[in-house]
């Protein structure tokens, strides 16, 4: 049976349209500031976007420095597996 939405209730598909690949997608620091209302919110409130991304980018570097794996460590030549000749 059909209804509004389309056959059994599913919504209906329009032609051609492209399904998107991810719907999870975050903006980057540049997209947001090169918004129209952030940039009117910025300039109302007296920000400098240039002062706001470098700190940002500062506060990016931090985290992921600060989640990043510990280097890994060669084995002294004492420790290392024995030859065998």
Known sequence: MLSEKGRDDQ???RRG???PICTHYEPTIDE???????K???RAD???PNRL???LLRIQARRLE???PPPRRRPAA?????RFA
């Open 78 to 82: 004492a420790e290392a597996s024995p």
């Open 40 to 42: 009117a919110l910025m």
């Open 32 to 38: 947001i500031l090169a918004d129209s209302a952030v």
């Open 46 to 48: 007296g920000v400098d």
């Open 53 to 55: 991304r470098d700190k």
């Open 11 to 13: 919504p209906p598909q």
């Open 66 to 68: 600060a989640e990043a």
């Open 17 to 19: 349209a492209a399904m």
